[in-house]
């Protein structure tokens, strides 16, 4: 090699390490090499794991919404569907119910669920509030609280400077930090990340005066987050302080009003060169948010934290989704150049019961009040849901998304937009497509493809199928609906062939092999430790020690019968009929109220009947299936409240290990069509279709066993 040529290397190699060196250097985050002598940075692209460009994926889940014994099976699905970083909400409500008491025992002990994570290998971004949302009722702020803001709003103005408000974050943040300080990324922990506040416009003072009480008390981490929307009050004063974390929905449950996909709902799907979305908490920030990008935004990272994993349906607004949202919305975002795409909510929950007042948000509650959620049930309809159940399109579409992104991810995250256009942009050699819309174009889809692709000295040069896996030392892709598997490839001598490879069926090119997957067989593909295993069953593959194991999900009572043994069966007996419909009234936030306690008292009533027992060693993995048809359902044990559910066309799930033994009822609403209620077109004609147009029934009650299968793959 000439030396001038060398020179030139050099000063390149310099130029370009100082770059990224300056870009860090804008950042004021905290300690990026933990006591393993491991580094996370962040810089423009994105995060830097060791000194490498990872691409990771971020997914919500809630710890006090999710029984304590059942967090290490379900981290694990997470692990299994391609998720690395679990992020949560502390909820003040959930900790600090009475000024003073603080609870962090069972569900709510964050750092049992925290050392959990670490120990299954996944990093951890806590989301600190002090306001949450979520969900949540107040949005996270105790009733105490709240009472001293409306009495001394001087001295307790919620999410302000005041000085008594500011000094009870003061003591939430230092609990929490007294939960997770061993835990923190340079001690050797999974928390590499904290976010600020939530949803909030500012001041920036306000903000920062939240981080500086943050790292005060020892919350130093490799980075700070605040959520990117809604744009602040006099904007950003200090850069580098908290990267602004985006989100997109397919739909929100906040809408006013009751109509399929309104405002730029659409506009989810599209590739686009801004972050923000305009169709984002609609209730609380209006129709028309601003969403320019400012070159100041552009100089951050493009990172996530929102992405429509699912949706709950609210009371006003009965959104049933289908599953196959949440792949196209990921490649709308990372195809636009984000290098983070992350979810909420992946996992669903259950609110914890309070005898004095609903844990969810409400139109009747003092704060947060646009929306009437269910009491218990916080399913949001995510790759898995309120109890684990897996949602198969979903789980399944973007599981092979995630292990692209993680295999492809250190080349991925370093390439530029190249191309944008509503539904195509390239990133390098990966062009992204999609042009599915929810409701409006279903039969549309989304896809990424290599173009000029190299692979071990290959040159893929254009192809209809879709990467998925580096794995025993293949390639493995993923037929893209509708298109005929095709690939373009050049050899390392220059000869380009193309190749129409049957599925299923490893094909070599120059000693390289590869194999295209059918659809059938991708569902069972699982990467495991750089191997594919494929289950037998279509269920979930994960790691339970050394051992792989399948999770199925089980209701045919044959197959129960064969792996249970005796199986309970449930019968229900109608004990009173149903009133007329009741009289809708608007709440504060003047969309239709859901129903009182005392409005229970109108609804028809099944008695709830078990024949055959039910073993000790299975209650855990046993759930009760409704299926129904109405305006609002209520499940009680003994007379206290164990789920509940909003009709939009699913089931209702009820964990048996809560009704086995006890007198159990199950109320329901009648809904009439005269309801100022959302309903999608498919529920919409069935109730037209329903008598007098009013919809009320208990169709049949099934037993589903969460079956472990140790001998689930092949």
């Known amino acids: 090699m000439k030396r001038t040529s060398f020179f030139f290397i050099l000063v390149f190699l310099f130029l370009f390490g100082t770059k990224s060196l300056m870009a860090q250097d804008t950042f004021q985050f905290g300690t990026a090499t933990n006591s393993e002598g491991h580094s996370m940075l962040v810089d423009a692209h994105g995060i830097i794991l060791d000194g490498k460009h990872i691409l990771p994926v971020m997914g919500e889940i809630h710890y006090s919404r999710v029984p304590r014994k059942e967090w290490r099976r379900e981290i694990r699905k997470m692990k299994a569907g391609g998720i690395s970083i679990v992020a949560t909400y502390v909820f003040w409500i959930h900790h600090e119910e009475n000024e003073g008491v603080w609870n962090w025992s069972d569900n709510k002990n964050l750092h049992e669920f925290v050392k959990t994570c670490q120990e299954e290998g996944m990093f951890v971004v806590l989301r600190l509030g002090p306001f949450c949302h979520g969900e949540v009722y107040q949005g996270g702020f105790p009733v105490w609280i709240v009472e001293k803001a409306k009495s001394d709003p001087a001295n307790f103005k919620l999410r302000s400077e005041a000085p008594g408000f500011l000094a009870a974050t003061q003591r939430l943040y230092s609990n929490i930090y007294a939960q997770v300080s061993d835990l923190l990324w340079k001690h050797g922990g999974p928390v590499v990340g904290v976010q600020l506040e939530n949803e909030c416009r500012g001041p920036w003072s306000y903000y920062m005066k939240l981080k500086d009480m943050a790292v005060n008390i020892g919350f130093d981490v490799p980075f700070y987050t605040r959520t990117g ?24 449950f906040w809408d006013r009003t009751l109509d399929d996909m309104p405002g730029e709902y659409a506009k989810a799907f599209i590739m686009k060169d801004t972050r923000l979305s305009g169709v984002i908490a609609t209730e609380t920030f209006g129709t028309n948010q601003d969403t320019e990008m400012t070159k100041k935004d552009l100089q951050y990272p493009y990172l996530t934290c929102e992405l429509g994993g699912g949706m709950m349906p609210s009371y006003h607004r009965r959104i049933n989704i289908s599953g196959n949202e949440a792949f196209p919305l990921a490649v709308c975002k990372v195809g636009s150049g984000s290098n983070l795409p992350g979810y909420y909510m992946y996992h669903g929950g259950s609110n914890p019961l309070n005898p004095l007042h609903t844990m969810a948000e409400c139109q009747a509650s003092p704060v947060t009040n646009y929306n009437d959620m269910p009491y218990i049930s916080y399913d949001f309809q995510s790759p898995l849901g309120e109890f684990g159940q897996l949602n ?34 390239r990133r390098g050699c990966f062009e992204f497509r999609n042009d599915y819309v929810r409701i409006l174009h279903e039969e549309g889809r989304a896809s990424v493809t290599p173009k000029d ?3 071990e000295g290959l040159f893929i040069t254009s192809s209809s199928v879709q990467p998925f896996a580096k794995a025993d030392g293949q390639l493995f892709f993923i037929t893209v609906k509708g298109e005929k598997p095709q690939l373009s490839i050049r050899s390392a001598k220059g000869k380009t062939r193309s190749y129409s490879p049957k599925l299923d069926r490893p094909f070599v090119v120059d000693g390289k092999t590869m194999t295209v997957l059918s659809p ?6 699982f990467v495991i430790d750089g191997h594919v295993f494929y289950s037998k069953h279509g269920g979930i593959l994960y790691k339970d020690g050394e051992e792989v194991v399948e999770e199925e999900w089980i209701e045919h009572p044959e197959s129960l019968s064969s792996l249970a043994g005796s199986t309970p069966l449930f019968n229900a007996v109608l004990m009173r009929e149903a009133d007329a419909p009741r009289q809708i009234r608007l709440g504060g936030a003047k969309v239709a109220e859901m129903p009182s306690d005392t409005d229970f008292d109108r609804a028809a009533v099944w008695r709830v009947e078990c024949e055959g027992n039910v073993e000790d060693k299975l209650i855990d993995n046993l759930f009760l299936k409704v299926n129904y048809k109405g305006d609002v359902a209520r499940v009680y044990a003994d007379g206290v409240l ?14 048996l290990s809560d009704i086995v033994g006890k007198n159990v009822e199950i109320k329901i609403l009648p809904l009439s069509k005269d309801y100022p209620i959302y309903l999608q077109q498919e529920q919409n004609a069935e109730l037209e279709r329903a008598k007098d147009g009013v919809m009320l029934s208990l169709d049949n009650l099934t037993v589903v066993l969460q079956y472990f299968n140790p001998k689930g793959w092949q």
């Open 453 to 455: 692709m190299e692979w």
């Open 520 to 525: 059938e067989k991708a569902m069972a593909a």
């Open 642 to 655: 164990v789920e509940d559910n909003f009709w939009n066309g699913k089931p209702m799930y009820v964990r």
């Open 229 to 252: 929307w809604p744009k602040l009050n006099g904007g950003e004063k200090d850069f580098g302080q908290m990267l602004p974390l985006y989100g997109d929905y397919a739909d929100g």
């Open 392 to 425: 198969p399109t979903a789980f399944h579409q973007t599981r092979w998304f995630h292990q692209f992104l993680n295999d492809w991810g250190d080349e991925l995250a370093l390439m530029d937009v190249d191309t944008l256009s509503e539904h195509y942009a």
